[in-house]
């Protein structure tokens, strides 16, 4: 149905894989947000040099998978230790040792890259609210978020424990803050939304902190995570996604 597709508008907005795989055919550029903390962990680890490859599932082929690509391997949040540093936690990866190559499981932001990055022609980006205004500016000079070459910025969401989407905040307000970024005229009204979301909460860090998700990662013991999250517009990198792995565009 057309009507899904937000045909005709040249920034579109919706939620997690599926909406991805629904958009994905129709635009020229699809930007994943992910920002607790899928998206903010690329952000932090290609601001330091290191090409990050996503990776849907964290099992046995995660690992077989990063020895294909000669990459170090990211470890659960909880799990990371002085033998194995590298974590879906930001915090840790800013700690860590700085690797070239790393893979990071990811069962949402990882996910979107993968439904988007099947076909060549549709750019893959990570976008979280460190590099918004990155990401806005560069989707606007490579002549993104027009008709002819629209854009799709799609939040992750979380899961809930039957494996059902959470629409998740943080993501709304990420989204909103690229789609703001971009300055483009030609929003659907799912983008106009969640630019509105963005302008609605100017206290990025106080929001993400007392959102559902920051509740959470505050409660398992990785309030850093929350507060790297929460760095608006810290970053002038945008991580694209080519050869399998996200760089510096």
């Known amino acids: 149905m057309g009507a899904w597709d937000q045909d005709g508008y040249g920034v579109r907005v919706d939620w997690g894989p599926a909406g991805a795989r629904r958009l994905a055919p129709h635009v020229a550029c699809l930007v994943v947000v992910d920002v607790l903390s899928f998206t903010t962990a690329v952000s932090v680890a ?4 290191t090409t990050v490859y996503p990776y849907a599932w964290r099992d046995e082929t995660a690992a077989a998978y990063a020895d294909a690509v000669g990459a170090q391997l ?20 800013r700690a860590a040792p700085v690797t070239p190559r790393l893979v990071l499981p990811s069962p949402n932001g990882s996910a979107i890259a993968a439904a988007a990055s099947g076909d060549p022609a ?10 918004a205004a990155a990401v806005g500016r560069w989707l606007t000079a ?9 854009v799709a910025v799609v939040p992750a969401g979380e899961r809930w424990p039957d494996g059902s989407l959470r629409p998740a905040l943080e993501d709304l307000l990420g989204a909103g803050a690229i789609v703001e970024a971009l300055n483009a005229a030609h ?6 939304a969640a630019r509105a979301a963005a302008d609605a909460a100017p206290d990025l860090a106080a929001t993400l902190r007392d959102c559902a998700s920051g509740r959470e990662l505050i409660a398992y013991g990785f309030p850093d995570d929350v507060d790297i999250a929460a760095e608006r517009d810290a970053s002038d990198v945008v991580p694209v996604l080519a050869g399998g792995g996200f760089s510096p565009a």
Not at 46 to 49: H, K, L
Not at 76 to 93: E, I, K, T, V
Not at 122 to 131: D, E, I, S, T
Not at 142 to 150: E, H, L, Q, W
């Open 187 to 192: 929003l659907s009204p799912e983008a106009v």
């Open 46 to 49: 290609t601001d330091a040099g």
């Open 142 to 150: 490579s002549g993104y978020g027009t008709a002819d070459r629209p």
């Open 122 to 131: 549709v750019a893959v980006v990570a976008g979280c609210l460190r590099n």
């Open 74 to 93: 990211a470890v659960g949040r909880g799990a990371a230790s002085a033998r194995s540093p590298w974590s879906l936690s930001p915090a840790a990866l």
